[in-house]
Nanobody, 127 residues
Framework: QVQLVESGGGLVQAGGSLRLSCAASGRASNSYALGWFRQKSGNEREFVAAIAWSGATTYYADSVKGRFTISKDNAKNTAYLQMNALQPNETAIYYC????????????????????WGQGTQVTVSS
């Protein structure tokens, strides 16, 4: 079992920044990657970013490239998502997820790749 706890969500004005954290515990070292997804009201979960467990490789959705940065503190088993230049249409619940199997560059961007999910943290961007 892997437990994931997100934090850092909140209310921010358009153009502002937030940093989300995802603390992994339990058998977290069995994970292959950590990912961030977001779910807007009435929509399916959408891939945002992912990072290999080693931290050596990162993946981003095209819509966030250049504005969001995913990173990982291996000593703390914690992943971060630095979000800059946020826009109102990025208001959503942001979820952290762990993949515990080998993945591909395509599968890492789908929610089906992930076995464990956090409870989510709300990000609201006001205009």
């Amino acid at each position: 079992q892997v437990q994931l706890v997100e934090s850092g969500g909140g209310l921010v004005q358009a153009g502002g920044s937030l940093r989300l954290s995802c603390a992994a515990s339990g058998r977290a070292s069995n994970s292959y990657a950590l990912g961030w997804f977001r779910q807007k009201s009435g929509n399916e979960r959408e891939f945002v970013a992912a990072i290999a467990w080693s931290g050596a490789t990162t993946y981003y959705a095209d819509s966030v490239k250049g504005r969001f940065t995913i990173s990982k503190d291996n000593a703390k088993n914690t992943a971060y998502l630095q979000m800059n230049a946020l826009q109102p249409n990025e208001t959503a619940i942001y979820y952290c997820a762990a993949s515990t199997r080998r993945y591909t560059n395509l599968s890492i961007k789908t929610p089906y790749e992930y076995s464990y999910w956090g409870q989510g943290t709300q990000v609201t961007v006001s205009s």
